[in-house]
């Protein structure tokens, strides 16, 4: 099958990857030149585990190719895919504008059958409002179809290849059976092609999103109320998460979540259910404690120095929002990162992948240190952001040896807190008891 990608940022690009994978001839459409010059290059504009290796593959075997053409990419796509932003607008609804003014754009230039697809994470509504657009100039007959992703950061090649489920957003016969003819080679294994109607598919991913991110939140209120009455949040979640009810996972505490979606989707839920003269008491809970969450390790941090953080070297280990990506959006760390300059901190940071937007982002205020025991040398504690897999087993007599004081706060809990007392360490997690 022809498809065209309108877009290419972290969906966009995985998704004309691994449609082509599958044999699909496909055409990713983006402004940005330079992006587009790299990438018929062979470089990958994203950290994604494993995208490059299907990214190289694909372009050889001429699957893959990239234009900044829209005219070029609508004239080869028979299914015309949107994967384009849909950032936080001020009062906290999704931001459609680019999808509509492509749109627009759309209408005025197809002139055969095309199925539009919604791949951007977009409100109810979405798919009349992209059909009212085309309408307006189109010639030809078309139809639009909501198709929410959902892929993990760090996991999305996995997840796009091997998908729990595809949603198809379809009204109509033709664009649905084309839809499940594309995605079959995905679901051999048995695992549902879910049809249903535009609004409850556009709807389907950000209840799915903010489900999560209450859960998660959840745990962290869970996980503060254990410090309080000296409780241990690590068996606490062990004897909830058995429960096949509830399940283990996402169950785990820490520093709040961050990253594109969790964030953006939820107060965009937030927003919607407002302009419906509806109240998400529970999104509205979330909202407020995932914000807390991402500060709770500050006071302690302060309480440690007796509030004089004037002057001290911190090192933070873990600055994308979660292991596995370059992604710094509304990560943690950058929360933390912007109290202790604040208060005159010093800070020494490292990440495996994250480091050059991080630069980015704060240019000469950081230091970036070029392996994670670098960043400890000379510091006076050390704070854990992201739970990378490199950071699970350190050479603890190393990190002793470089800080000035055995003292680590880590928000992500990795570490077992009766070995850190046995090792010497000051340590502080996240609902459980601190080693002094």
């Known amino acids: 099958m022809k498809i065209a990608i309108i877009g290419t940022g972290y969906v966009g690009l995985v998704t004309g990857t691994c449609l082509a994978e599958t044999g699909n001839e496909v055409i990713c459409v983006d402004i940005d030149q330079n992006k587009v010059n790299k990438m018929k290059n062979g470089e990958v504009p994203i950290y994604e585990p494993h995208l490059d290796v299907l990214f190289e593959r694909n372009i050889k075997a001429g699957r893959l190719k990239f234009t900044t053409s829209l005219d070029e990419g609508l004239n080869f796509g028979d299914i015309v895919f949107l994967a384009l932003?849909?950032?936080?607008?001020?009062?906290?609804?999704?931001?459609?504008?680019?999808?509509?003014?492509?749109?627009?754009?759309?209408?005025?230039?197809?002139?055969?059958?095309?199925?539009?697809?919604?791949?951007?994470?977009?409100?109810?509504?979405?798919?009349?409002?992209?059909?009212?657009?085309?309408?307006?100039?189109?010639?030809?007959?078309?139809?639009?179809?909501?198709?929410?992703?959902f892929l993990r950061e760090g996991y999305a090649v996995d997840d796009f290849l091997k998908p729990e489920r595809i949603v198809i957003g379809s009204s109509s016969e033709r664009a649905t059976q084309l839809m499940k003819k594309l995605y079959g080679p995905f679901v051999r294994s048995g695992n549902p092609i879910i049809i249903m109607d535009e609004k409850s598919a556009e709807l389907t991913k950000y209840a799915a999103n903010s489900f999560l991110a209450t859960k998660i939140t959840f745990m962290n209120e869970i996980a503060n109320y254990c410090e309080k009455v000296g409780a241990d949040v690590d068996k606490v979640r062990a004897g909830m998460g058995t429960d096949s009810r509830i399940g283990s996972r996402f169950l785990f505490p820490g520093i709040g979540y961050g990253g594109s979606c969790f964030p953006k989707d939820v107060k965009a839920l937030q927003k919607a259910g407002k302009d419906e003269n509806y109240d998400f008491n529970i999104l509205n809970a979330v909202i407020k404690v995932n914000a807390s969450q991402k500060m709770i390790l500050i006071p302690k941090i302060e309480a440690y120095f007796n509030d004089e953080l004037k002057g001290k070297k911190i090192a933070v280990w873990g600055l994308s929002f979660k292991p596995e990506t370059d992604d710094i959006r509304e990560a943690p760390s950058l929360y933390i990162i912007n109290t202790l300059l604040e208060k005159g901190a010093n800070i020494s940071v490292f990440d495996p992948e994250a480091m050059e937007n991080v630069k980015e982002k704060y240019e000469d205020k950081l230091n970036y240190a070029s392996s994670m025991y670098e960043a400890t040398i000379d510091a006076d504690a050390l704070v854990i952001c992201t739970e990378w897999s490199i950071f699970r087993t350190p050479d603890f007599n190393k990190i002793k040896s470089n800080l000035k004081q055995p003292a680590i706060f880590d928000g992500r809990n990795l570490y077992d807190v009766d070995e850190m007392k046995s090792e010497g360490f000051y340590y502080v997690s996240i609902g459980r008891k601190a080693t002094t």
């Open 85 to 149: 932003p849909t950032p936080e607008d001020e009062d906290g609804s999704a931001d459609l504008s680019y999808v509509l003014n492509v749109s627009e754009e759309i209408g005025k230039k197809i002139t055969n059958y095309k199925v539009i697809v919604d791949k951007s994470t977009v409100p109810v509504g979405t798919a009349e409002k992209v059909k009212a657009v085309i309408l307006k100039n189109a010639i030809c007959d078309f139809d639009v179809v909501s198709n929410p992703e």
